[in-house]
Structure formats: structure tokens, C-alpha cells
């Protein structure tokens, strides 16, 4: 809890100086607030966290026409999710966050030691639309680092020159 709120006197101080995150725009407006909020769905029910563990996925439309295919089938957003699933595609959702790959960063060994997503993703569950409102900037990393006592050397994550 006391992380939670360093984490969030430092993105105040951070947000201070800079504009509010903008939202990007997504091909169908889907709403963490309605899914993950609302009908308290698990967050791992559409983010997955398959072997190594390094990245997160996002549920194929399959997933979400379990209850589409029969919840707001009259919703325009619903009949565009529909034709992708019924012609086996992925949706090209917008990402909100990346990290350049000259870092390296593992959800699965953060998850492991007690991470909460919230920490580095904001309150998602109370979101209707997502920006990128938490920090995973170096100085983000280092400063829960920091206060959890994780590695601070360059070489933890970023690999040597060769
Ligand atoms: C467990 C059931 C469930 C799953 C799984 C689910 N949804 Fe939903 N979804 C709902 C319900 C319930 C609503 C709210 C319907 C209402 O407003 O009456 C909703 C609303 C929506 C809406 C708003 C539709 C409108 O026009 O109001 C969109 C868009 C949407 N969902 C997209 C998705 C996407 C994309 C996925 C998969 C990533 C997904 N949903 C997975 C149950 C689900
Ligand atoms: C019903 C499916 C569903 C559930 C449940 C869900 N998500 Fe998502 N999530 C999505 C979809 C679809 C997107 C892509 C659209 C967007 O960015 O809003 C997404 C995007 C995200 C992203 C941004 C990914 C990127 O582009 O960088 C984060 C972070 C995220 N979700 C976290 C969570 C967390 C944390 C929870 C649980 C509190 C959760 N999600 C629950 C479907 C879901
Ligand atoms: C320690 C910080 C941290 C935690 C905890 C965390 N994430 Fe992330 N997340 C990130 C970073 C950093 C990225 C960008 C990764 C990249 O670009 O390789 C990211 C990216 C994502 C993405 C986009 C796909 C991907 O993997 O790049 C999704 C979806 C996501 N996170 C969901 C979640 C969910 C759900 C949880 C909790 C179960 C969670 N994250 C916990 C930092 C975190
Ligand atoms: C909310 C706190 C938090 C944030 C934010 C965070 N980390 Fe960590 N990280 C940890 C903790 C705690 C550990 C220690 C895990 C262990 O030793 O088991 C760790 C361990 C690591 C490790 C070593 C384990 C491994 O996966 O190989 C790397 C590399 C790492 N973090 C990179 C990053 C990067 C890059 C970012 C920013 C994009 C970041 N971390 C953001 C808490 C955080
Ligand atoms: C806890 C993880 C972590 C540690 C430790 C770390 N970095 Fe980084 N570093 C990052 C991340 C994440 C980025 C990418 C930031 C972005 O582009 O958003 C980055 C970016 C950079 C860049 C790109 C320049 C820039 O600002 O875009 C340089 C150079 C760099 N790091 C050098 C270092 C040096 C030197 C050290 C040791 C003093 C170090 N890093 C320690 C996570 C870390």
C-alpha cells in the first residue's frame, strides 16, 4: 500500500508538469469500466500470460463473442467485432503500452514477485477508455525499484554492449 502511494505522489508530481495522457482511439470502443469494473470480469480471462511470460496478449474476438454472440448483437461496435471473429481475425487494437526492445522486462517474473497490475497500469477496472496514465518510463522502473529493493544496475535491464 505504502508503494502504491509513492507510486502515486510520484505520477502526481510527474502529471504536474506535463498534459493528461490522451486515450488513443480503438477500432471498436470497448469499455474496462463496463467489463472489468462492472461485471468484475478477471483481468486473465482477456490478458493471457503464455509461456515465457514475457508479454501479456489480448483476447481474440472468439473470446469475447462468448457472450456477443448473443449480448448487444444489435450494436454497430458488436456486428464489426462479429465479422472479424466470423472471418478469423484479430482486431488491430491501438497499443497503449511499449517499452523499446533494448529493455528488458518480463510480466511473468513481476506478477511472481507480487506486482498488481494497477501499480504499473493505473485503476483500468475503472476505465472507459485506457491512456497511458502509468509510468513504465526508466525513471517509473527505477523508482519502484527503488523502494522495492529490485536491481538498479544498468546491466538488470538493459544487456551489455558487446
Ligand atoms: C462475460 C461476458 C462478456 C465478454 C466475455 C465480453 N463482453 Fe463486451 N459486454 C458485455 C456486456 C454485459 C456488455 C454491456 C451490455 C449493455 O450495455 O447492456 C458489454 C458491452 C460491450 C460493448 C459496448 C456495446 C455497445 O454498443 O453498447 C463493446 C464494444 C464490447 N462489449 C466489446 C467486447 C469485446 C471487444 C470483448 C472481448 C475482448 C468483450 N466485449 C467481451 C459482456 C461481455
Ligand atoms: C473482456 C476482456 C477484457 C478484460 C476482462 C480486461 N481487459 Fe484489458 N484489454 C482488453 C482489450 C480488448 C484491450 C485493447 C483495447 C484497449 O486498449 O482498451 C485491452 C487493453 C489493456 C491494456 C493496454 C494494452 C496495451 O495496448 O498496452 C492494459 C494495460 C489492460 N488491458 C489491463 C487490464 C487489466 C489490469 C484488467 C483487469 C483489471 C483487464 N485489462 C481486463 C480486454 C480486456
Ligand atoms: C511492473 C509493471 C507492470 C505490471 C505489474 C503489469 N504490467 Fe502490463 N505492461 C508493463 C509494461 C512495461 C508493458 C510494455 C511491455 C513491452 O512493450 O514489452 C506492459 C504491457 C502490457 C500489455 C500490452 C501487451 C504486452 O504484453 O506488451 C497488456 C495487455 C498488459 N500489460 C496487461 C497487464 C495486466 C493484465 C497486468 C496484471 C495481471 C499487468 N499488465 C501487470 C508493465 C506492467
Ligand atoms: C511496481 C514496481 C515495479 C515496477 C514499476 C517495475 N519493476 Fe521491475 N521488478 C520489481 C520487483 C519487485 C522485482 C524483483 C523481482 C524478484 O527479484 O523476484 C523486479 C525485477 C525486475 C527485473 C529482474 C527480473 C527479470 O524479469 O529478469 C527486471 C529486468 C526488471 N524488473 C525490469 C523492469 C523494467 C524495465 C521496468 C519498467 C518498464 C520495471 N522493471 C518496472 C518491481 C517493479
Ligand atoms: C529498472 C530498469 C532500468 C534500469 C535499471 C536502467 N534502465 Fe535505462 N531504460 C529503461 C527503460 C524502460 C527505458 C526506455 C524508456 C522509454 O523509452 O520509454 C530505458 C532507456 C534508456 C536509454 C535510452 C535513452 C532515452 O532516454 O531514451 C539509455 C541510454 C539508458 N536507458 C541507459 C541506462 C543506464 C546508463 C542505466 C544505469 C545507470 C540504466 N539505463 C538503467 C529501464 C532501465
Known sequence: MRTFLALLVF???CGAQTAPPVAPAQ??????KTHAG?????????????????TMRIAAPPVCMQCHSAIKTDSPAIQKL???????????????YEIPSYVNFS?????????????????????????????ISM???????RVKKAGLDCTYCHDERQ
Do not use: Y
Open 82 to 96: 462479429a465479422a472479424f471473429a466470423r472471418n478469423g481475425r484479430e482486431l488491430p487494437w491501438v497499443r497503449v
Open 11 to 13: 505520477a502526481a508530481a
Open 38 to 54: 462492472d461485471l468484475k470480469l478477471q483481468c486473465k480471462m482477456c490478458h493471457p500470460n503464455p509461456d515465457p511470460g514475457e
Open 139 to 145: 525513471g517509473g522502473c527505477m523508482e519502484c525499484h
Open 107 to 135: 510480466h511473468r517474473t513481476h506478477l511472481t514477485a507480487g506486482n498488481k497490475c494497477e501499480e504499473c497500469h493505473g485503476p483500468v477496472a475503472q476505465r472507459v477508455q485506457l491512456a497511458r496514465e502509468g509510468n
Open 27 to 32: 477500432p471498436i470502443p470497448f469499455s474496462h
